[in-house]
């Protein structure tokens, strides 16, 4: 199960380059063209004039709220922009102005209030005949709306909606955490999803699902957690293997439309640092798929993690890329990886374009667990990050700094990207659990096939701790059990949490009281999904707990009489590896954009991306910054990207990576930005939410040359 693996079917889909009918100056589909390029054949911004950049319209939402995000990158179709709100209302604007046409809030269809449904990347347009639609995702629903009125189309599934919680399950009334947050894409008459889940043992199965773009009704499945007599099955514990969930598709797919064949990343199986219930490699988790769009059938796969303990999921929608190694051409995909690599595939037959080599790691397990003795690690391209973090990589910009850093790493593993968790010591993850490379993807230069990706140099502190339900008796819960199982992952197991993207909860009772945390619990706030899926039982006691009123041992009301799966360990909570001023602790870069050429695999340029001005005005070389959103390269031969927690929107040159062009956005640009024409005018358009580790916004700003 290392290799690559190619069906029988696969040789009857063959045909010629997908990208070359592209219409980049558009940019109707989520990274622009359904190849993901994330590039734009318009020229008339360039390298000459991109310092004249004007603000051409700013449009406010008006609906954000303490830590809520825009991630979503808008698509453009005629004179119509298409974008959604940090409470996920979907809104058509006039592309030279910004007004608003139309407003559709899907909690008039879905009912209750309009905050529970976690983050938005984008949404998918579909057109038939004189049919237009917009389908995106609320929650656990995909809707789709009428694209010239924002009216739902209720001959759409269930009067407008799909619910994708149907058929995860055989049991109709067990529910799971299904968060759709990124678009799906569009084959013909079909819309082709995957969706967010539970990061815990009770996660859903991460099925990829077609449905039908007019009717809405389901057209293929294919299970990424392979059931009994499917392929794949070989490669899981048979005794475990039906309550296991994820290996889910969350980061958006990628289309050869001429050849038929829909690319899916995936991520990791749950539970996410402990694998004792998954013995084997775990097929499909962590593999770039290639399915027939029509049936949904594999052609052939690539595992890129095995039994992940790392939760190193596949983060971003590959690129498609026609490249040229030693004198042949090679219609290729391009998948960008959390631990910094590039693995680069024959889009037919899954070959690799550069050699992999399966690389024994250092064995680290803890008690139960299963480690893969390999991991695969390509050749070529050159990794855009580094590997590992060793004692000289430990922060040491500023004495004072480099003492506190000393006094951090006390009792901490570090020195070996594959150290993995362990029950004995916290440890670094480096490469961390948002990258390298994240959900904002690479972009790709179709006529020189250079990547352009940005990466994150963040090391991440992880601890494993007993998992406190382990020790109840079979068929009891309590309040703390279900929020280590359901919350400590991102809080901690303290309720401390992690900077201000996981709030403290020690002391919720001085602020809130038990009907407002009910509330939050059932509809989410900001990035935080809704828990609704937890029985009522069970988040009375999470808020008893929480407001510490917790009654331990209550019974458990079982769903069809099943017992889920209960791991030994917990990871205590996502911890950066931070100063008290909030600075990394290794040496910078923390941020940087790469060029990478994928003919060759070498890296061509690399520059620090973000800056903290602080440093700088100290005389310290611009140091980078974490970032979350992707950038897009144009044929003017710039590179667009924000993305940076500065807040900053920034133009580079993409031949040599020096800034060209900069400004202070609203609000941080954790968004990948979109680019389209209008009336011979060239605009380039970006979601200012920010809500990471700064303020939020509710605005997306459009940028035009000045007549």
């Not at 694209?147 to 149907?166: E, H, M, N, R």
């Not at 969930?245 to 995936?266: C, F, M, S």
């Not at 090679?330 to 024959?346: C, E, L, P, R, S």
């Not at 310290?620 to 992707?630: A, D, K, L, Q």
């Amino acid at each position: 199960m290392k290799q690559f693996l190619l069906s029988a079917t696969a040789f009857l889909m063959l045909g010629s380059c997908a990208d070359k009918n592209a219409d980049y100056s558009k940019w109707t589909n989520y990274g622009g063209t359904k190849d993901a390029s994330r590039y734009s054949s318009l020229e008339q911004i360039n390298f000459g004039n991109v310092q004249n950049l004007d603000v051409a319209w700013e449009y406010h939402t008006g609906d954000a709220t303490e830590n809520s995000q825009i991630q979503c990158q808008p698509i453009i179709v005629d004179s119509i922009l298409y974008a959604t709100t940090p409470k996920l209302s979907l809104v058509a604007l006039h592309v030279e102005t910004g007004k608003e046409i139309w407003r559709f809030d899907p909690f008039e269809v879905l009912g209750g209030e309009n905050s529970w449904a976690g983050t938005n990347r984008g949404v998918t347009y579909f057109k038939e005949g004189d049919t237009q639609r917009i389908l995106f995702s609320a929650g656990s629903f995909l809707m789709s709306v009428d694209a010239l009125t924002g009216k739902p189309d209720l001959s759409f599934g269930d009067k407008g909606k799909v619910d994708l919680q149907i058929g995860l399950s055989e049991d109709p009334e067990e529910q799971f955490l299904v968060v759709s947050n990124t678009p799906g894409i569009i084959y013909g008459d079909k819309v082709i999803m995957g969706m967010r889940l539970s990061e815990g043992l009770d996660a859903a199965p991460g099925h990829i699902r077609a449905y039908n773009a007019k009717t809405g009704k389901q057209e293929w499945i294919f299970h990424t957690i392979p059931q009994k007599g499917e392929f794949g099955r070989e490669t899981w514990d048979e005794e475990f293997a039906d309550k296991i969930g994820g290996a889910n598709n969350w980061a958006g797919v990628t289309l050869d439309e001429e050849r038929g064949i829909v690319y899916v990343p995936t991520g990791s199986a749950t539970y996410d640092f402990w694998g004792g219930f998954r013995k084997g490699d775990n097929l499909f988790a962590n593999s770039l798929i290639a399915l027939d769009a029509n049936t949904g059938e594999r052609v052939w796969h690539y595992q890129i993690i095995h039994h992940d303990v790392w939760d190193r999921d596949v983060p971003s929608n590959p690129n498609l890329v026609t490249i040229n190694k030693d004198g042949k051409k090679i219609d290729a995909i391009a998948q960008i990886t959390k631990h910094g690599y590039v693995f680069v595939f024959d889009r037919e037959t899954g070959e690799p374009v550069f050699p992999i080599e399966e690389k024994v790691i250092a064995e680290n397990k803890m008690d139960g667990e299963f480690a893969s003795a390999t991991q695969p690690v390509p050749t070529l391209p050159e990794p855009f990050m580094r590997q590992n973090v060793g004692s000289s990589d430990l922060l040491n910009i500023t004495p004072k700094l480099e003492k506190e850093v000393s006094e951090m790493i006390k009792g901490v593993g570090y020195g070996n990207m594959w150290l993995a968790p362990s029950q004995e010591r916290p440890f670094l993850l480096f490469p961390g659990f948002d990258g390298g490379g994240e959900w904002g993807g690479a972009a790709v230069d179709p006529e020189t096939s250079i990547m352009y990706v940005n990466a994150n140099e963040m090391p991440w502190l992880v601890e494993m701790i007993p998992n406190e339900a382990a020790k109840l008796k079979k068929g009891e819960i309590s309040g703390s059990s279900i929020y280590a199982n359901n919350c400590a992952n991102c809080h901690g197991a303290d309720r401390m949490g992690n900077t201000s993207a996981f709030p403290k909860l020690v002391g919720l009772a001085d602020k809130y009281n038990s009907e407002e945390v009910h509330k939050i619990l059932k509809n989410g706030r900001g990035g935080m999904p809704s828990f609704r899926h937890l029985a009522e039982q069970e988040r009375n006691a999470i808020v008893d707990f929480l407001l510490e009123k917790e009654e331990k041992g209550i019974k458990r009301e079982l769903s069809g009489g099943k017992e889920k799966l209960i791991t030994p360990y917990l990871m205590n909570g996502y911890k950066r590896f931070l100063t008290k001023d909030g600075y990394p602790g290794i040496n910078p870069p923390w941020g940087t954009l790469n060029a990478i050429d994928l003919n060759s695999g070498k890296i061509l340029w690399k520059t620090p991306l973000g800056e903290f001005p602080e440093l700088t005005a100290k005389g310290i070389p611009i140091t980078g910054r974490e970032n979350y959103g992707g950038p897009v390269v144009t044929k003017g031969g710039l590179i667009f990207i924000g993305a940076t927690e500065d807040e900053m929107f920034r133009a580079f040159d993409k031949k040599t990576g020096k800034v060209l062009w900069e400004t202070k956005l609203p609000a941080g640009g954790h968004a990948t930005p979109s680019v389209y024409e209008w009336n011979g005018k060239q605009y380039i358009v970006i979601a200012c939410g920010g809500g990471k580790s700064n303020k939020s916004g509710d605005s997306y700003v459009a940028f035009v040359l000045p007549d």
